[in-house]
């Protein structure tokens, strides 16, 4: 008897063991979920802000080019104006 319950004591053990390290990694798999969220929600919010630059870039440019367009059908009409 007292041999069964010296390898039921080692048994009950390597469970506490085997436990502890199960908690262990479910702590450490949610901390690394929640990263992985937040690095996802960065990515949508950097991608969304690339978005509006490249959509605010183009705007830029058409207004550049209108502006261009515009002074020189004004030299056109008007040569003496500067620029």
Known sequence: MNKTSECRRQIDDQL????????DKQKLLTCERKRSDDL??????????????DNAKNDVRSACAAFT???ARLTAVCPGLPG
């Not at 506490?16 to 908690?23: L, Q």
């Not at 929600?41 to 630059?53: D, K, T, V």
């Open 16 to 23: 506490d063991e085997v436990r502890g390290v199960f908690t």
């Open 40 to 53: 996802r929600a960065e990515l949508e919010n950097i991608s969304l802000r690339l978005f509006y630059l």
């Open 69 to 71: 367009h515009t002074h």
